[in-house]
């Protein structure tokens, strides 16, 4: 699995729209296999979800997102985990480790809003 985590100054970038750094990171078997680094370009919604997919990110863990930004993402494929704060190498390992649902992963003055993973299927009417 390939999970994107947008950077600034080594922490989870605050805003994913205005990120201009990812870091790629391969995993498999609950372990960091590879990371490297992508640039943004662009502010269209739609370009930066499809230049994520191009790089084979398959979930996306950011801080705050915009709606049109984070359905674009969900229609390409890429899963969102978003108001996500922290050391990146720090939220990575409690990802791997079932523990990111932790109230100091939660970005300040999200407490009240309960954080999901969304991608394509929860979007979908249940029948």
């Known amino acids: 699995m390939k999970i994107a985590i947008p950077q600034w100054k080594g922490r989870v970038s605050p805003l994913f729209d205005e990120a201009r750094e990812v870091l790629l990171f391969d995993v498999s078997g609950g ?44 229609s390409t494929g890429v899963q969102v985990i978003s108001f996500t704060c922290g050391r990146i190498d720090d939220v990575l390992k409690a990802f791997l480790n079932g523990q990111l649902n932790e109230k100091r992963f939660l970005m300040p003055g999200c407490e009240s809003r309960q954080r999901q993973i969304r991608n394509r299927q929860s979007q979908r009417p249940q029948q």
């Open 31 to 74: 372990r960091k296999h590879h990371c490297e680094g992508v640039t943004l370009i662009g502010n269209d919604p739609f370009e930066r979800a499809r230049s994520l997919r191009r790089h084979g990110a398959q979930l996306l863990i950011c801080g705050a997102i915009s709606h049109p930004l984070e359905m674009a993402l969900i």
